[in-house]
Protein backbone atom coordinates (compact mmCIF):
# COMPACT_ATOMS: atom_id res chain seq x y z
CA UNK A 1 0.00 0.00 0.00
CA UNK A 2 1.25 3.61 -1.08
CA UNK A 3 1.91 6.41 1.10
CA UNK A 4 1.08 10.08 0.02
CA UNK A 5 4.12 12.26 0.74
CA UNK A 6 4.42 15.56 1.66
CA UNK A 7 6.10 16.60 -1.65
CA UNK A 8 3.40 14.36 -3.63
CA UNK A 9 0.76 16.31 -1.78
CA UNK A 10 2.33 19.68 -3.08
CA UNK A 11 2.80 18.28 -6.61
CA UNK A 12 -0.85 17.55 -6.70
CA UNK A 13 -2.15 20.67 -5.19
CA UNK A 14 0.16 22.65 -7.83
CA UNK A 15 -1.05 20.07 -10.83
CA UNK A 16 -4.71 21.03 -9.86
CA UNK A 17 -4.43 24.79 -9.52
CA UNK A 18 -2.38 25.35 -12.03
CA UNK A 19 -5.04 23.13 -14.40
CA UNK A 20 -7.83 25.18 -13.05
CA UNK A 21 -6.30 28.81 -13.57
CA UNK A 22 -5.34 27.37 -17.55
CA UNK A 23 -9.20 26.91 -17.32
CA UNK A 24 -11.01 29.70 -16.22
CA UNK A 25 -13.13 31.37 -18.38
CA UNK A 26 -13.78 34.88 -16.89
CA UNK A 27 -11.28 37.08 -14.49
CA UNK A 28 -14.55 36.58 -11.90
CA UNK A 29 -13.60 32.64 -11.97
CA UNK A 30 -9.73 33.40 -11.44
CA UNK A 31 -9.74 35.85 -8.98
CA UNK A 32 -11.74 33.00 -7.73
CA UNK A 33 -9.27 30.57 -8.03
CA UNK A 34 -6.65 33.00 -6.81
CA UNK A 35 -8.19 33.38 -3.69
CA UNK A 36 -8.81 29.36 -2.92
CA UNK A 37 -5.10 28.43 -4.54
CA UNK A 38 -3.31 31.18 -2.53
CA UNK A 39 -5.15 31.94 0.62
CA UNK A 40 -3.79 32.01 3.84
CA UNK A 41 -5.43 29.65 5.64
CA UNK A 42 -5.16 27.05 1.94
CA UNK A 43 -3.95 24.03 0.88
CA UNK A 44 -0.38 25.46 0.33
CA UNK A 45 0.00 27.52 3.56
CA UNK A 46 -1.44 24.11 4.97
CA UNK A 47 1.76 22.47 3.37
CA UNK A 48 4.04 25.31 5.03
CA UNK A 49 2.87 24.86 8.24
CA UNK A 50 3.10 21.11 8.68
CA UNK A 51 6.99 21.49 7.93
CA UNK A 52 7.94 21.13 11.70
CA UNK A 53 6.61 17.52 11.56
CA UNK A 54 9.05 16.57 9.12
CA UNK A 55 12.78 15.47 9.60
CA UNK A 56 15.63 17.98 10.60
CA UNK A 57 16.86 17.47 6.67
CA UNK A 58 13.87 17.41 4.82
CA UNK A 59 12.46 21.13 5.89
CA UNK A 60 14.46 23.45 4.32
CA UNK A 61 14.07 21.39 0.66
CA UNK A 62 10.56 21.29 1.41
CA UNK A 63 10.09 24.60 2.11
CA UNK A 64 11.80 25.72 -0.88
CA UNK A 65 9.73 23.79 -2.62
CA UNK A 66 6.10 25.43 -1.20
CA UNK A 67 7.60 28.72 -1.99
CA UNK A 68 8.26 27.98 -5.77
CA UNK A 69 5.43 26.38 -6.37
CA UNK A 70 3.45 29.68 -4.90
CA UNK A 71 5.32 31.91 -7.41
CA UNK A 72 4.77 29.64 -10.12
CA UNK A 73 0.88 29.83 -8.97
CA UNK A 74 1.02 33.45 -8.83
CA UNK A 75 3.23 33.89 -12.17
CA UNK A 76 0.32 31.72 -13.83
CA UNK A 77 -2.65 34.09 -12.56
CA UNK A 78 -0.86 37.08 -13.52
CA UNK A 79 -0.26 35.33 -16.85
CA UNK A 80 -4.00 34.28 -17.34
CA UNK A 81 -5.39 38.07 -16.25
CA UNK A 82 -2.82 39.71 -19.09
CA UNK A 83 -4.58 37.56 -21.52
CA UNK A 84 -8.34 38.03 -20.36
CA UNK A 85 -7.01 42.36 -20.75
CA UNK A 86 -5.39 41.54 -24.37
CA UNK A 87 -8.76 39.67 -25.67
CA UNK A 88 -11.12 42.46 -23.92
CA UNK A 89 -8.87 44.72 -25.52
CA UNK A 90 -9.01 43.18 -29.37
CA UNK A 91 -12.74 42.68 -29.11
CA UNK A 92 -12.88 46.13 -28.34
CA UNK A 93 -10.55 47.08 -31.23
CA UNK A 94 -12.30 45.22 -33.74
CA UNK A 95 -15.95 46.48 -32.85
CA UNK A 96 -16.73 48.45 -35.43
CA UNK A 97 -18.76 50.78 -33.21
CA UNK A 98 -15.22 51.71 -31.42
CA UNK A 99 -12.70 54.35 -32.56
CA UNK A 100 -9.33 54.35 -30.70
CA UNK A 101 -8.47 57.34 -32.73
CA UNK A 102 -11.56 59.42 -31.90
CA UNK A 103 -10.78 62.27 -28.92
CA UNK A 104 -12.22 61.66 -25.51
CA UNK A 105 -14.91 64.12 -23.90
CA UNK A 106 -13.87 67.36 -23.01
CA UNK A 107 -13.47 66.90 -18.59
CA UNK A 108 -16.42 69.71 -16.96
CA UNK A 109 -14.73 71.59 -14.77
CA UNK A 110 -16.39 73.51 -12.27
CA UNK A 111 -17.21 77.03 -11.62
CA UNK A 112 -16.49 79.65 -8.76
CA UNK A 113 -19.98 80.88 -7.11
CA UNK A 114 -19.53 84.76 -8.18
CA UNK A 115 -20.33 85.45 -4.62
CA UNK A 116 -17.51 83.18 -3.99
CA UNK A 117 -15.13 85.23 -6.66
CA UNK A 118 -16.08 88.75 -5.02
CA UNK A 119 -15.69 87.31 -1.54
CA UNK A 120 -12.23 86.44 -2.45
CA UNK A 121 -11.36 89.25 -3.81
CA UNK A 122 -12.27 91.60 -1.13
CA UNK A 123 -10.36 89.30 1.65
CA UNK A 124 -7.70 89.52 -0.88
CA UNK A 125 -7.67 93.59 -0.92
CA UNK A 126 -7.85 94.27 2.93
CA UNK A 127 -5.17 91.80 3.63
CA UNK A 128 -3.28 93.48 1.73
CA UNK A 129 -4.33 96.56 4.06
CA UNK A 130 -3.45 94.71 7.23
CA UNK A 131 -6.70 93.47 8.11
CA UNK A 132 -7.51 89.93 9.50
CA UNK A 133 -10.45 88.07 7.68
CA UNK A 134 -12.27 86.07 10.81
CA UNK A 135 -15.67 84.31 11.34
CA UNK A 136 -18.32 83.68 13.13
CA UNK A 137 -21.52 81.27 14.60
CA UNK A 138 -24.34 82.04 12.41
CA UNK A 139 -26.57 81.26 15.20
CA UNK A 140 -26.74 84.29 17.60
CA UNK A 141 -27.79 84.86 20.31
CA UNK A 142 -30.20 88.22 21.14
CA UNK A 143 -27.20 89.29 23.04
CA UNK A 144 -24.38 89.32 20.35
CA UNK A 145 -26.97 90.51 17.61
CA UNK A 146 -28.62 93.32 18.92
CA UNK A 147 -27.53 94.31 22.69
CA UNK A 148 -24.09 94.58 22.84
CA UNK A 149 -24.28 96.56 19.49
CA UNK A 150 -26.63 99.01 20.92
CA UNK A 151 -29.42 97.92 19.15
CA UNK A 152 -32.21 98.74 21.69
CA UNK A 153 -35.41 96.32 22.36
CA UNK A 154 -37.49 99.05 20.75
CA UNK A 155 -35.97 99.02 17.27
CA UNK A 156 -37.77 97.62 14.20
CA UNK A 157 -35.11 95.01 13.35
CA UNK A 158 -35.93 92.95 16.84
CA UNK A 159 -39.33 92.83 15.24
CA UNK A 160 -40.79 89.33 13.70
CA UNK A 161 -41.24 90.76 10.39
CA UNK A 162 -37.28 91.46 9.86
CA UNK A 163 -35.81 88.79 11.72
CA UNK A 164 -35.83 85.36 12.15
CA UNK A 165 -35.96 83.81 15.91
CA UNK A 166 -35.90 80.35 16.64
CA UNK A 167 -38.00 78.37 19.24
CA UNK A 168 -34.38 78.85 21.23
CA UNK A 169 -34.42 82.54 21.72
CA UNK A 170 -31.54 82.77 19.76
CA UNK A 171 -31.55 84.50 16.12
CA UNK A 172 -30.10 83.65 12.80
CA UNK A 173 -27.41 86.39 12.59
CA UNK A 174 -28.83 89.50 10.77
CA UNK A 175 -24.83 91.02 9.57
CA UNK A 176 -21.78 89.73 10.62
CA UNK A 177 -21.07 92.66 13.07
CA UNK A 178 -21.08 90.19 16.17
CA UNK A 179 -18.18 88.64 14.08
CA UNK A 180 -16.32 92.31 14.87
CA UNK A 181 -17.55 92.37 18.47
CA UNK A 182 -16.04 88.87 19.41
CA UNK A 183 -12.35 89.91 17.83
CA UNK A 184 -12.64 93.25 19.97
CA UNK A 185 -13.03 91.03 23.28
CA UNK A 186 -10.07 88.39 21.94
CA UNK A 187 -7.94 91.56 21.76
CA UNK A 188 -8.70 92.04 26.07
CA UNK A 189 -8.57 95.78 25.53
CA UNK A 190 -5.35 96.02 23.90
CA UNK A 191 -5.25 97.77 20.53
CA UNK A 192 -4.92 97.45 17.68
CA UNK A 193 -7.79 95.61 15.84
CA UNK A 194 -8.50 95.05 12.22
CA UNK A 195 -11.11 92.51 11.17
CA UNK A 196 -13.07 92.20 8.18
CA UNK A 197 -15.86 89.41 8.48
CA UNK A 198 -17.46 88.40 5.56
CA UNK A 199 -20.60 86.26 5.72
CA UNK A 200 -23.80 84.32 5.05
CA UNK A 201 -26.75 86.60 7.06
CA UNK A 202 -30.37 86.32 7.62
CA UNK A 203 -33.37 88.64 7.28
CA UNK A 204 -37.10 87.83 7.20
CA UNK A 205 -37.54 88.92 3.76
CA UNK A 206 -39.70 88.13 1.02
CA UNK A 207 -38.05 87.81 -2.15
CA UNK A 208 -38.07 89.22 -5.27
CA UNK A 209 -34.97 90.44 -7.73
CA UNK A 210 -33.15 92.95 -5.48
CA UNK A 211 -34.08 90.73 -1.98
CA UNK A 212 -33.26 87.82 -0.40
CA UNK A 213 -33.66 86.35 2.75
CA UNK A 214 -29.85 84.50 2.85
CA UNK A 215 -27.55 86.98 1.55
CA UNK A 216 -24.08 87.69 1.99
CA UNK A 217 -21.71 90.91 3.41
CA UNK A 218 -18.52 91.95 4.51
CA UNK A 219 -18.04 93.76 7.45
CA UNK A 220 -14.58 95.44 8.77
CA UNK A 221 -13.52 96.79 11.85
CA UNK A 222 -10.20 98.82 12.66
CA UNK A 223 -9.87 100.41 16.74
CA UNK A 224 -6.71 101.90 17.39
CA UNK A 225 -5.66 105.03 19.03
CA UNK A 226 -6.64 108.31 17.67
CA UNK A 227 -8.59 106.35 14.35
CA UNK A 228 -10.57 109.52 13.03
CA UNK A 229 -13.30 109.69 10.35
CA UNK A 230 -10.37 110.72 8.29
CA UNK A 231 -8.54 107.39 7.84
CA UNK A 232 -11.90 105.40 7.48
CA UNK A 233 -12.64 107.55 4.49
CA UNK A 234 -8.47 106.78 3.01
CA UNK A 235 -8.92 103.17 3.74
CA UNK A 236 -12.40 102.74 2.23
CA UNK A 237 -11.35 104.72 -0.74
CA UNK A 238 -8.06 102.40 -1.35
CA UNK A 239 -10.10 98.99 -0.78
CA UNK A 240 -12.87 100.37 -2.89
CA UNK A 241 -10.44 101.61 -5.58
CA UNK A 242 -8.36 98.09 -5.78
CA UNK A 243 -11.88 96.17 -5.34
CA UNK A 244 -13.18 97.79 -8.85
CA UNK A 245 -9.06 98.36 -10.43
CA UNK A 246 -9.65 101.60 -10.77
CA UNK A 247 -9.22 104.81 -9.02
CA UNK A 248 -12.42 106.09 -7.62
CA UNK A 249 -13.65 109.30 -5.47
CA UNK A 250 -16.02 108.76 -2.72
CA UNK A 251 -18.41 110.87 -0.75
CA UNK A 252 -20.04 110.93 2.77
CA UNK A 253 -23.51 111.43 3.36
CA UNK A 254 -24.81 111.47 7.43
CA UNK A 255 -27.24 108.59 7.89
CA UNK A 256 -28.28 106.78 11.10
CA UNK A 257 -27.06 103.33 12.05
CA UNK A 258 -27.33 102.24 15.85
CA UNK A 259 -24.02 100.91 16.20
CA UNK A 260 -21.87 103.87 14.67
CA UNK A 261 -21.68 107.68 16.04
CA UNK A 262 -21.53 108.97 13.77
CA UNK A 263 -22.52 106.97 10.76
CA UNK A 264 -22.46 107.77 6.80
CA UNK A 265 -23.62 106.37 3.84
CA UNK A 266 -20.23 106.29 1.02
CA UNK A 267 -21.22 106.43 -2.36
CA UNK A 268 -18.31 106.24 -5.23
CA UNK A 269 -17.27 107.25 -8.69
CA UNK A 270 -14.73 107.20 -10.99
CA UNK A 271 -12.01 109.43 -10.09
CA UNK A 272 -11.96 112.48 -12.26
CA UNK A 273 -16.01 112.24 -13.20
CA UNK A 274 -17.64 115.47 -13.92
CA UNK A 275 -19.25 116.89 -11.24
CA UNK A 276 -22.97 116.31 -12.67
CA UNK A 277 -21.77 112.21 -12.68
CA UNK A 278 -24.19 110.20 -10.78
CA UNK A 279 -22.55 108.83 -7.36
CA UNK A 280 -23.22 104.69 -6.72
CA UNK A 281 -24.36 104.22 -2.70
CA UNK A 282 -21.79 101.24 -2.66
CA UNK A 283 -21.92 100.56 1.80
CA UNK A 284 -22.24 101.93 5.03
CA UNK A 285 -20.15 102.89 7.71
CA UNK A 286 -19.27 105.28 10.31
CA UNK A 287 -17.00 105.51 14.31
CA UNK A 288 -17.55 103.05 16.26
CA UNK A 289 -20.59 103.79 18.85
CA UNK A 290 -18.80 104.30 22.36
CA UNK A 291 -21.17 101.54 24.09
CA UNK A 292 -19.97 98.77 21.29
CA UNK A 293 -16.30 99.46 22.27
CA UNK A 294 -17.46 99.04 25.51
CA UNK A 295 -18.96 95.84 24.96
CA UNK A 296 -16.26 94.88 23.08
CA UNK A 297 -13.69 95.59 26.11
CA UNK A 298 -12.39 98.45 24.57
CA UNK A 299 -11.72 102.28 26.81
CA UNK A 300 -13.63 105.02 24.89
CA UNK A 301 -11.63 107.20 26.23
CA UNK A 302 -8.30 105.55 25.17
CA UNK A 303 -9.21 103.93 21.12
CA UNK A 304 -11.29 104.72 18.76
CA UNK A 305 -12.67 102.66 15.37
CA UNK A 306 -14.43 102.67 12.27
CA UNK A 307 -17.07 100.02 11.05
CA UNK A 308 -18.27 99.35 7.74
CA UNK A 309 -20.40 97.22 5.80
CA UNK A 310 -21.64 95.97 2.43
CA UNK A 311 -22.57 93.39 0.50
CA UNK A 312 -21.35 90.72 -1.39
CA UNK A 313 -24.48 90.04 -3.19
CA UNK A 314 -24.78 93.18 -4.80
CA UNK A 315 -21.14 93.64 -5.57
CA UNK A 316 -21.27 90.38 -7.77
CA UNK A 317 -24.58 91.80 -9.39
CA UNK A 318 -22.49 94.94 -10.33
CA UNK A 319 -19.48 93.27 -11.54
CA UNK A 320 -21.28 90.78 -13.53
CA UNK A 321 -24.28 92.22 -14.97
CA UNK A 322 -26.62 90.37 -12.91
CA UNK A 323 -30.16 91.31 -12.91
CA UNK A 324 -31.86 89.47 -10.83
CA UNK A 325 -30.83 88.51 -7.01
CA UNK A 326 -32.48 85.08 -6.70
CA UNK A 327 -30.19 83.47 -8.93
CA UNK A 328 -27.26 83.84 -6.45
CA UNK A 329 -28.85 80.82 -4.03
CA UNK A 330 -30.86 79.05 -6.81
CA UNK A 331 -28.05 76.33 -7.38
CA UNK A 332 -28.72 76.06 -11.59
CA UNK A 333 -26.34 75.42 -13.14
CA UNK A 334 -27.11 77.10 -16.14
CA UNK A 335 -26.66 80.61 -14.11
CA UNK A 336 -23.25 79.24 -12.61
CA UNK A 337 -21.52 77.86 -15.58
CA UNK A 338 -21.81 81.38 -17.31
CA UNK A 339 -18.69 82.12 -14.29
Not at 127 to 134: D, E, N, W, Y
Not at 153 to 181: E, F, K, Y
Request: with cysteine; glycine share 8%.
Amino acid sequence: MSTTTPRDELERLSREALAAIEAAESGEQLEQIEKTALARKGPLMSLMRGIKDLPAEERAPFGQAVNAARQSLEEAVVSRRDAFTAQRLAAEASDTRFDPSEPARPLSHGHLHPITRIRREAEEVFMGLGFSVVDGPEVETEAYNFDYLNIPSHHPARDMQDTMWLDSGHVMRTHTSPVQLRAMQRAEGKPPVRVIAPGRVFRNEQPDATHEHTFHQVEGLMVDEGVSVADMKAVLRLALSRLFGGSVEVRLRPHYFPFVEPGFELDMRPAGSPDDAPWLEILGCGMVHPEVLRAGGMDPEQVSGFAFGMGLDRLAMMRFGIEDVRWMMSGDLRFLQQF
